[in-house]
């Protein structure tokens, strides 16, 4: 089995630190420090990448400017063919890259296979869907408006914007890297990419798949470093045309410090999981352990509250716990289902959620249990409004139930979230799930099912302070695109057929 930073991807490392790209090439930082990675199972340093500094992001956006110019006047069916060639070649080299989420965010092994996988499926439909919806534009004529004849033709068409920033989070850091490449280059942008620093590695291999499919010099960047240094230096980088970030509250924070440039902000999210009297109780169950608890809840459509009608509460936590008590609890090398949180903070901040919980009364389903950054999964029954974990985002194994005694209870606390991601609702009525999901404020509401981003072409949003705008395959790709018209002004109008 390949192993990361080996094989076809030697050229990334240099000595113990890997590269960045730029220019087409893999380059050493001219500051000579580096940034570590810490592996979340072992909490020692796994990996180390390159701290590169301004006047290194300064070039990276001049290289990325240039050569977009030339990208803009390449062929779409062109454009898609590399963009075919990545996604295989990504796949090909499934085994590296997933070794590199393994160790960098402690991703199970399976998972990470299917990540890299999904990954390469992405950029192969975004390059079809671009195929299909950039070689469309439109026409329109001038005398359907009051007061005109026929002696305007637009033809409107959608352009590239330029330079993006592309900055995905720790949790899937191939999968939403790509979900931001693949729309910005079909739609003939150039991009700079700054992974997250857990994942950075796993991305760098990614970034690699892309160099061997041939792509033009300097279109596709990648650079890594501390937030401190070069963050703000980036998003706020008058050479940056569009920024699209998925992660936590630094979205809003760069939603305040961008210039004039279209934003794509994915954030985070409270996903409710509102369960009727006559829903199919097995099936909740079964979704709540999956929604709640798969990659040991750090997923931003992970059920985060389970809204529970009181006369069912009862059996659905009893059903919760068998289900919980047989999940195996270790490290991502052995596929176990839940695995260890991502940082030590991010461990802290969740028991810290999970103290305030016991000290207030909650109920809890099993003993909470932690070593260095694993989580025993824990279900808190009877959690009240005023319990912090009733509101905030714990990113891990712990999820809260609030018993309710009316549908419009659970609608309300889910509306008067800050969030607004996901949400969904169990029942076999469907009268009831569609005027549930139609008042329930969140950018998608799952009948009978789990949140999920996926299919990855389904369009993506959220609502309040879990984003702006919409991804999905075509969402992304039109959000990376501007409009543009040129009008035919005739001497004298022109009907056709007439």
Not at 61 to 75: C, F, H, L, S
Not at 226 to 239: A, N, Q, R
């Amino acid at each position: 089995m390949a192993v990361a930073g080996t094989g076809v991807f030697a050229e990334i490392l240099e000595g113990e630190v890997y590269r960045y790209y730029a220019d087409g090439e893999w380059r050493v930082s001219a500051s000579g420090k580096s940034v570590s990675i810490v592996n979340p199972t072992t909490r020692q340093t796994q990996y180390r990448v390159q701290a590169c500094t301004q006047e290194e992001v300064n070039k990276v956006m001049e290289t990325a400017k240039v050569a977009q110019k030339a990208w803009a006047r390449t062929p779409l069916w062109k454009r898609a063919e590399l963009l075919h060639k990545a996604a295989a070649i990504l796949k090909e080299h499934k085994n590296p890259i997933a070794e590199c989420l393994v160790k960098e965010i402690a991703k199970p092994a399976k998972d990470a296979i299917s990540e890299v996988v999904r990954s390469g499926d992405l950029v192969s439909y975004t390059a079809e869907e671009g195929v299909r919806i950039l070689g469309e534009g439109k026409l329109l004529v001038s005398d359907s408006f009051p007061g005109n004849e026929r002696n305007k033709y637009c033809l409107s068409s959608k352009v590239p914007l330029g330079v993006v920033l592309a900055i995905p989070p720790f949790n899937y850091p191939v999968n939403l890297a790509v979900s931001k490449i693949g729309p910005a280059l079909i739609a003939g942008n150039s991009l700079v990419l700054k992974p997250p620093t857990q994942g950075a590695v796993a991305a760098l291999h990614m970034v690699h798949c892309f160099h061997l499919a041939g792509f033009p010099k300097g279109l596709i960047n990648c650079v890594t470093g501390k937030g401190s240094e070069i963050g703000d230096f980036l998003t706020m980088h008058p050479g940056v045309n569009c920024i699209s970030f998925t992660g936590g509250d630094t979205g809003i924070a760069i939603s305040k410090k961008a210039g004039m440039v279209p934003l794509q902000m994915e954030l985070g999210g409270k996903d409710a999981c509102i369960v009727l009297e006559d829903a199919d109780l097995d099936l909740v169950a079964a979704n709540i352990v999956k929604g709640g608890f798969s990659y040991s809840g750090q997923r931003c459509t992970a059920v985060k509250v389970v809204l529970i009608m009181e006369s069912v509460a009862d059996i659905v936590v009893e059903k919760v716990k068998t289900k919980l008590a047989k999940l195996t609890v270790g490290p991502p090398e052995a596929d176990s289902d839940i695995t260890p949180v991502v940082t030590e903070s991010s461990a802290n901040f969740i028991e810290g959620l999970v103290m305030d919980a016991k000290e207030k009364g909650a109920t809890f389903c099993q003993e909470y249990r932690r070593e260095g950054n694993l989580i025993w999964p824990l279900l808190l029954d009877h959690v009240r409004p005023d319990m912090r974990i009733a509101w905030e985002e714990p990113f891990g194994p712990v999820l809260p139930v609030i018993r309710i005694n009316s549908v419009e209870e659970g609608i309300h606390h889910c509306n008067a979230s800050n969030f607004g991601l996901q949400g969904c609702v169990f029942t076999k009525d469907i009268n009831k799930a569609i005027m549930i999901s139609d008042a329930m404020e969140t950018g998608t509401v799952q009948i009978n099912s789990a949140p999920a981003r996926g299919p990855d072409h389904f369009p993506f949003q959220g609502l309040k302070d879990s984003g702006i705008g919409s991804q999905g395959i075509t969402n992304s790709i039109n959000m990376m695109t501007k409009v543009k018209s040129t009008v035919i002004n005739l001497p004298s109008p022109s009907y056709t057929m007439g």
